[in-house]
């Protein structure tokens, strides 16, 4: 009898699943390991993301066991772990779907070199739309402009998702849960259903009773229009390929439709994007992509980050949407630019800080999107926001968030401030705070820092590069 091992790792998923098809095309019997992997330049997920995992394993663990293949759930350095699961099962073959991390990619293929010489190894391409080598400018480059690449994306023939392979269920063995994830993160139960099958629910859904709204909707955070897949795609319980392809037929069936459609995949397409960034550029988790902006001099300033961090900072945009990032793992993407721009030009605090605070909070801490975007925000990015766009979060929070319904909801003692008031509170006058209940200083921080004050020194800053 054949056997075949699948090593999982952001694919947690049965449908369109390149190396679980694979390994079934040519084994009679199929075990998959998922690893928590210890390996030195290997990023660990975030404390959100470990949470996410235990769960979405759990979910896996049983859809796999229907379809008759066992889920291993290991800690240690991969080569090590696999050696020692291949030999105790017996397989002759593995499989695995691509990742695009250079420390990822050192390591996967040291690790096909050195098993390749004793079984059959191979990987697959599941984890984008297409893969950063497919893809490349007139003369044969590396893209750095999104528009000259999404336009050539939208006109290519993205692969058909796959089905999930079917086999005779075996009895399903718990996968241990005890992985370490952070105590703080057990809050965010209420606000997510986890797994294959809620994340194609979630896409259904959101065609249905969000996409109408998408386009403008998706720039005031209070609508939550937008389809909330992002935790989904980080795990690989839905494939780039499935979102494209249901958002195509969607579009055929509803041609009023097609505008808005387009509009979500082109968002979608900016997750290929970074990674193409990813697989091109140095590490961009830790250099920027422009390099003069490794000249910038930033700031040590570690009371106003902890304001940042817990949504202290008296600037009630940015604490709305820190405090919903704490509270749910996720925040909304107009927020995610006001605050990470709010860090590295009002703070002038290093993004790779800021960085690594949303890579432990998020969700959907991802390796490309999350680096990405904030390279995109601080300017260093590959078509970034230029550093001279600073954010500022009144205005913002006037014109994204004019009813105040967001604020309110994170920043609830801000909660009886008239909409006029409630995105600068120590404007306010003293009989309207009063009223609301509202003491600047005490009941909410005064401002950490003056807006006006901190831009004209980021942008000094800037200037000097
Ligand atoms: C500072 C900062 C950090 C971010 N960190 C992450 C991160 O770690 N992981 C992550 O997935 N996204 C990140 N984003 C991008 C974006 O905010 C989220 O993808 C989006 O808010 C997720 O919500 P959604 O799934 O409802 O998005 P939708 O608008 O419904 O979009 C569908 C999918 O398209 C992709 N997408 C949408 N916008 C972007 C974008 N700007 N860049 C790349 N892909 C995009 C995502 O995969 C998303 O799930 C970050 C943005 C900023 C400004």
């Known amino acids: 009898m054949s056997k075949a091992l699948v090593w999982l790792r952001n694919d947690l998923r049965l449908s369109d699943n390149p190396a679980l098809v694979a390994a079934f095309k040519e084994a009679d019997d199929v075990t998959a390991v998922f690893i928590f992997e210890t390996d030195e330049g290997i990023r660990a997920p975030g404390g959100a993301a470990r949470w996410w995992f235990n769960r979405s394993l759990t979910d896996l663990s049983e859809r796999l066991a229907g379809i008759g293949v066992h889920l291993l759930v290991e800690k240690g350095k991969a080569e090590t772990v696999l050696r020692r699961v291949l030999k105790d099962i017996g397989a002759t073959s593995l499989h695995w779907n691509r990742r695009y991390h250079p420390a990822e990619r050192a390591l996967d293929s040291h690790i096909k070199e050195r098993l390749g010489e004793e079984i059959a190894v191979e990987s697959h391409p599941g984890n984008v739309l297409v893969e950063p080598w497919d893809i490349a400018t007139g003369t044969g480059k590396s893209y750095s402009v999104y528009g000259p690449f999404w336009k050539n994306l939208r006109a ?32 965010f139960a209420p606000y997510w259903t986890i797994g294959e099958i809620a994340a194609q629910d979630k ?18 955070p209070a609508l939550a229009a937008t389809s909330h897949l992002s935790p989904h795609l980080r795990h690989g319980e839905i494939s780039p390929r499935q979102i494209w392809h249901a958002a195509k037929a969607f579009a055929h069936a509803h041609h009023a439709q097609t505008e808005r459609i387009n509009k979500f995949l082109s968002e979608l397409a900016w997750r290929d994007f970074n990674y193409h960034q990813l697989y091109h550029r140095d590490d961009i988790v830790r250099v920027a992509m422009h390099p003069k902006y490794e000249g910038m001099k ?23 949407g820190m405090r919903e990032l704490w509270e749910t793992g996720y ?7 006001l605050t990470a721009s709010f860090l590295c030009k009002n703070l002038l605090i290093d993004w790779r800080v800021g960085e690594e605070w949303f890579w432990d909070c998020l969700c959907d801490g991802d390796i490309a999107n999350n680096p990405g975007n904030w390279q995109w925000v601080a300017g260093s990015g590959m078509d970034a926001s230029p550093f001279f766009r600073i954010f500022n979060p009144v205005t913002q929070g006037e014109r994204f968030d004019a009813d105040g319904d967001y604020v309110r909801r994170w920043v609830p003692e801000l909660s009886e401030l008239p909409d006029k008031h409630v995105q600068q509170p120590w404007a306010a006058p003293k009989d309207v705070l009063a009223k609301a209940g509202v003491k600047v200083g005490e009941t909410y921080p005064e401002p950490i820092v003056d807006l006006k004050e901190t831009r004209e020194r980021a942008l000094e800053a800037a200037k000097a590069l």
Do not use: S
Not at 165 to 184: F, M, S
């Open 331 to 337: 925040m909304e993407n107009r927020v995610r630019m």
């Open 298 to 320: 930033w700031r040590d300033a570690p009371e106003q980050l902890e304001a940042w961090k817990r949504g202290r900072t008296g600037i009630p945009m940015v604490d709305a």
């Open 203 to 220: 896409l259904a859904a959101f065609f249905d009773e969000r996409l109408t709204d998408y386009p403008q909707g998706r720039d005031f």
């Open 156 to 187: 290519l023939d993205i692969a058909e998702p796959l089905p999930a392979p079917k086999g005779k269920a075996v009895r399903h063995k718990r996968v241990d849960e005890n992985y370490r994830e952070p105590k703080w993160a057990k809050k």
